[in-house]
């Protein structure tokens, strides 16, 4: 029993930390939250069950096609909205808002496209290997590697390419990047790229484990969100720390309080460090300044 | 001369960086000082420190004789100490009128019950308020824009907007940071007329200044503040020639004019 | 005809009252909120359960639910005096989540996910009519109310809060204190319009309250005009007339709901893209960052 709660854990954790290593990816270089980034992880799953079983695609093939895609939808949420209206001044509570306005678009958008009941990829439930009174799937197995093989790349993307380094660069100062000729759009462009494409993969692997619906984006996007910030933005072992932090309180708590209590649970953590969170600090430096 | 603010063995580190180390100042009701030094010698850490928007590490900081060290910044500004910020601070997206209603403060109308209950008084202490505000835009020549939003207003003019806040607060102290840099001639000629306002109304003043016959003009005499600590008391005429004087600035970024 | 008009306007006044609360805190003080559905629903529960099921006079039911609500207004105005800006909006995030798994899951205070029903319908409201005089001069009570709050001395500590904080205290004011006062006014409000709509439609359930109808009224005041007394009225009209105007052009039900999002959140980019004042023209949070990071 304790041992299946921990494997749940930590195949949650591997979820969130997929989703959290694209939001935060894309906070680094834009500086805003991207809520929008939620229905990516909704779409990621419903392109890939279309390729799939409308197109006979491959499931694989239909999850890399898809995946593409999500790549792609994210950088034009960035180009049709974003850019705009950080050209006009906007801050990043303005891009906020317009990133739930998006958000509300494609949730329902999705809706109306394939319904609000839960759908799943054709094979079904996959088998399980069991030892230790906790079993796992080979969806399981392929979550957990591919959530570890998406933090070492990051890692390695940013302590050891070039490319890592402008993000820093961006991600220090967009104005003084551009003043010292770096194509900060490009880098921009790219973080919503590899991060919107973490969020598709994230969905896919999730409708591939208990299905999907058009709300799935969302919850997943809360859960990432609580990882971000617990684990620090930027920071990737934070978010590594902080991903299996969430994922186990979130599950170990069963034997605390009921199931229904879960995500509050998180959520109250998620309050905790916000009120104590070196946000705070930051404050104190920016009133040095005046 | 009473003596309206004293501040003592002030200390303040920013991480390594000593900022003020054993500072000490007095102002006397109805002085006009000029405040002069390099850059980082931590003049403007000195307003923060006066004005609360920073705690000292170590030292006292008495105000009308209270000891107020410990004071928020907003009830420093309650007792009397008004600040201009070297980035200019405004309600940008409120009206001229209303920033200026909001330098006046009177604690009793400004709960939300009295707000809904009595708004006949609160109405006719706004209506004083008003007059004066208005005296205040025809100093500025800007009586016809009191309906306009402060951001629509130009950098010179909003830097006169927050000299006059302090007119209108009645404060007895005033720490205005550079109140001049980046104005043109025109608006420098009605920026000091506001400052002659605040000397007639027996404000004791510090000014942040670089420019020496301005406050040749106006001030009873310079502090000179290098490294952290003042350096040199009394007129500019013998700031000139004082050695210490000369070399921290040989080494700052500015000539005496 | 006439009933399904009065029907219109008991709920355009509810949310009349609902967008003008969330106003003071977003529009004036510049605290974006997304707990507010949570503030309406503890009013909505307080009448359900005081006067719908332990039958306490209307009006007792009713002013408990608000000193509840101020209460929690409390707890989501706290985080403000720490967080701004987008971290505030998130703290708010956790607490309407907070909030609506008490809701949902308390199942013997509030029912759970059934929720409570057969709220009967108090004297003042018993003819559709009449509940929507009673909506509508409620609507133009707290509209007036927060009228007079936002113009008194009051109202503009709050506006320069909104503008910067470090000018409020110069100015001789502590935000604290500013913060929370309007935030558990602006509960309160909420609470008032909730214990209203519970009693009008009899039930209340989980599924009112949730995160996205908390966004949906945010959207609304910011369509309509954010710091302005007209911009919440008319995102509060948008908000109620906008499935009213989908079911006249005969979309049908099982995808009308979907449309009206998707048009709430066109609306929402549209606005903020090219008329960052909302409709009416109010504050637009474009000018100044709010987050000092």
């Known amino acids: ?290 | 001369m009473q003596v309206l603010l004293s501040a003592s063995g002030i200390f303040k580190n920013f991480g390594r960086a000593e900022v003020l180390r054993g500072l000490q100042i007095e102002v006397k009701r109805g002085e006009t000082i000029g405040l002069m030094g390099p850059n980082g010698a931590g003049k403007t850490t000195l307003f923060n420190v006066i004005s609360g928007f920073i705690l000292p590490d170590r030292g006292k900081v008495h105000f009308l004789g209270r000891d107020i060290t410990s004071d928020p910044p907003y009830k420093r500004a309650r007792s009397g100490i008004y600040r201009t910020f070297q980035r200019v601070r405004i309600a940008e997206q409120m009206t001229i009128m209303d920033n200026l209603l909001l330098a006046f403060q009177d604690r009793a109308y400004e709960r939300p019950m009295s707000a809904l209950c009595r708004i006949r008084d609160w109405l006719a202490l706004e209506h004083t308020w008003r007059r004066r505000a208005f005296e205040l835009l025809k100093e500025m020549n800007l009586e016809s824009e009191k309906g306009r939003l402060a951001r629509d207003l130009s950098y010179g003019q909003q830097k006169l907007l927050s000299l006059a806040l302090g007119i209108a607060s009645d404060a007895k102290l005033m720490l205005l940071d550079e109140p001049l840099a980046g104005l043109s001639s025109s608006m420098v000629d009605r920026a000091i007329n506001l400052i002659k306002i605040m000397v007639r109304k027996r404000s004791s003043i510090i000014i942040i200044e670089h420019n020496t016959s301005f406050l040749e003009q106006m001030c009873d005499y310079v502090l000179f503040m290098a490294q952290g600590q003042i350096l040199y008391q009394g007129n500019l005429q013998e700031l000139r020639e004082h050695p210490g004087v000369l070399r921290s600035y040989l080494g700052g970024q500015m000539e005496l004019a | 005809m006439e009933a399904y008009f009065y029907h219109l306007v008991v709920l355009g006044g509810v949310y009349i009252v609902l967008t003008q609360s969330l106003d003071l805190i977003s529009g004036h003080t510049g605290l974006m909120s997304i707990a507010h559905s949570a503030l309406f629903g503890i009013g909505a529960y307080g009448v359900a359960i005081f006067y719908g099921q332990m039958h306490y006079p209307f009006i007792v039911a009713w002013l408990i639910g608000m000193v509840l609500a101020g209460m929690a207004g409390l707890m989501v105005g706290l985080p403000s005096l720490r967080l701004r800006g987008d971290y505030f909006v998130i703290a708010t995030f956790a607490l309407q989540v907070l909030c609506f798994n008490f809701m949902n899951n308390v199942s013997n205070v509030t029912g759970g996910a059934l929720g409570i029903t057969g709220i009967p319908t108090p004297w003042f409201m018993s003819t559709t009519a009449r509940a929507a005089l009673v909506c509508s001069s409620l609507a133009l009570l707290f509209s007036f109310i927060k009228w007079v709050l936002t113009r008194s001395p009051f109202g503009r500590v709050l506006n320069c809060i909104r503008e910067d904080e470090d000018l409020v205290m110069a100015l001789g004011r502590n935000p604290v204190g500013f913060k929370i006062a309007a935030f558990m006014i602006s509960a309160v409000m909420a609470a008032a319009a909730g214990g209203i709509y519970a009693a009008y439609v009899s039930f209340v359930d989980p599924t009112t309250f949730t995160i996205m109808d908390s966004i949906a009224i945010l959207c609304a005041v910011i369509i309509g005009g954010s710091g302005s007394t007209a911009g919440p009225v008319f995102g509060a009209l948008i908000l109620i007339g906008l499935p009213e105007i989908l079911r006249f052009v005969g979309l049908p039900y099982s995808v009308a709901s979907n449309v009206r999002q998707i048009i709430y959140g066109m609306l929402l980019v549209l606005i903020l893209m090219f008329r960052p004042g909302g409709v009416v023209g109010g504050f637009s949070f474009d000018i100044r960052e709010h987050t000092r990071l």
């Not at chain 1, 935060?24 to 939620?38: D, M, P, Q, V």
Request: charged fraction near 10%; hydrophobic fraction near 55%; charge should be positive.
């Open chain 1, 1 to 290: 029993m304790l041992s299946q709660a921990v494997v749940n854990g930590l195949i949650a954790a591997s979820t969130y930390l997929l989703v959290a290593l694209g939001f935060s990816l894309i906070y680094t270089t834009s500086r805003f939250f991207h809520f929008a980034h939620g229905a990516v992880i909704t779409l990621g799953a419903y392109l890939a069950y279309s390729i799939n079983s409308q197109a006979g695609v491959p499931l694989l093939g239909a999850a890399v096609i898809s995946v593409f895609f999500c790549g792609l939808l994210g950088v034009l949420m960035n180009h049709v909205v974003y850019n705009r209206l950080l050209r006009k001044g906007a801050g990043s509570l303005v891009l906020m808002l317009a990133s739930f306005g998006i958000y509300l678009i494609f949730e329902n958008v999705t809706t109306i496209i394939w319904g609000a009941s839960t759908l799943g990829f054709s094979p079904g439930l996959p088998s399980s290997i069991c030892k230790w009174h906790a079993c796992i799937t080979r969806i399981h197995i392929l979550t957990l590697a591919i959530a570890a093989v998406s933090w070492v790349f990051l890692a390695i993307l940013f302590a050891r390419s070039r490319h890592g380094l402008l993000m820093r660069a961006v991600a220090e100062s967009r104005e003084l990047a551009t003043a010292y000729g770096i194509k900060t759009h490009e880098i921009v462009d790219a973080s919503f790229f590899i991060g919107s494409a973490f969020a598709g993969l994230a969905g896919i692997l999730m409708a591939a484990d208990v299905g999907m619906t058009p709300t799935m984006g969302l919850h997943a996007l809360m859960m990432g969100v609580v990882v971000a910030i617990v684990g620090g933005i930027g920071s990737l072992r934070g978010l590594l720390l902080a991903s299996l932090l969430v994922g186990l309180v979130r599950h170990l708590s069963i034997f605390v309080v009921g199931s229904q209590w879960q995500d509050s649970i998180v959520f109250a953590l998620l309050l905790v460090v916000l009120l104590k969170s070196p946000w705070g600090f930051a404050s104190d430096a920016a009133a040095q300044e005046v």
